[in-house]
């Protein structure tokens, strides 16, 4: 690809996802930010941070202004190619611990979308005779060349800010297959709330992934736990486990075991 080019979401530097989450928080901890500001806080160039704002516009995450820019909700999805590098040893954790709860043996789990469940995944990679089924287009893709597993991809529409595959056609998927754990990612968790998530129609697919369990553990970094967003996926009485990382706020993941969920904080 041409240097002139202004690159897609898929081809997004590492270092570029870096700077444009530390814009990110950095604008939703202000409200409103100058570009003088941003280019002094990041260290780089005006021309390279208009580059970088258009493309955060053009995704959704925030409002250019004249001479600056605005925020959005900070509750706004993030999408999962910046969402990737955020909490990254917290979520690699997180995904171990997860991992190391399935009983040994042939075994057969679904995994949701979302950057902490595809940790899961990667986790799970080397483990004979597990049966995965699932409706993250990054997770399938990733286990796909694994001789080892038996991968299910589920049908449905894809979202573009998730990779998720997501409607009538992946909740079919889920409804006629049962399995032994549903590792759910979820965008908030709370006693108020339950697990939820940013869409509505991803609240459901992941339902129905999560109905057809004998256990359900929530994988989540400790920014998700007391948070609550738009669609519930599940109540907490649907919830079996809560993996996180110290980070989690303590009064509300006593509340969460209070209701009877399996809190596991995961150590740093």
Do not use: C, W
Not at 45 to 61: F, N, V
Not at 71 to 96: G, M, W, Y
Not at 228 to 243: I, N, P, R
Request: overall charge negative.
């Amino acid at each position: 690809m041409a240097t002139t080019v202004e690159p897609g979401p898929r081809a997004i530097s590492h270092k570029r996802t870096e700077r444009m989450m530390r814009v990110l928080t950095y604008v939703n901890a202000h409200g409103t930010t100058r570009l003088t500001d941003l280019v002094r806080e990041l260290g780089v160039s005006s021309a390279t941070m208009r580059r970088d704002l258009a493309a955060m516009e053009d995704q959704g995450l925030l409002v250019r202004t004249h001479g600056g820019v605005r925020a959005l909700d900070p509750t706004t999805e993030v999408p999962v190619l910046l969402r990737d590098n955020r909490f990254r040893d917290a979520k690699s954790r997180i995904a171990e611990h997860a991992a190391s709860l399935l009983p040994p043996g042939r075994y057969s789990v679904a995994i949701s979308g979302g950057t902490t469940a595809a940790a899961v995944a990667r986790a799970l990679s080397t483990r004979p005779d597990l049966a995965i089924v699932t409706n993250a287009l990054t997770t399938a893709t990733e286990l796909a060349s694994r001789s080892n597993l038996k991968v299910i991809m589920t049908g449905g529409f894809v979202r573009s800010s998730s990779f998720e595959a997501v409607g009538a056609l992946a909740e079919n998927t889920f409804n006629a297959i049962n399995v032994g754990t549903a590792f759910l990612g979820t965008d908030g968790i709370s006693v108020r709330g339950g697990a939820t998530t940013h869409d509505e129609t991803e609240a459901r697919t992941n339902h129905a992934m999560l109905a057809h369990a004998e256990h359900v553990v929530v994988v989540a970094d400790g920014s998700k736990v007391g948070r609550v967003t738009l669609a519930k996926v599940a109540d907490l009485e649907e919830v079996d486990v809560l993996v996180t990382d110290s980070s989690a706020d303590p009064d509300a993941l006593a509340a969460i075991a209070a209701a009877g969920v399996d809190v596991q904080v995961v150590p740093d």
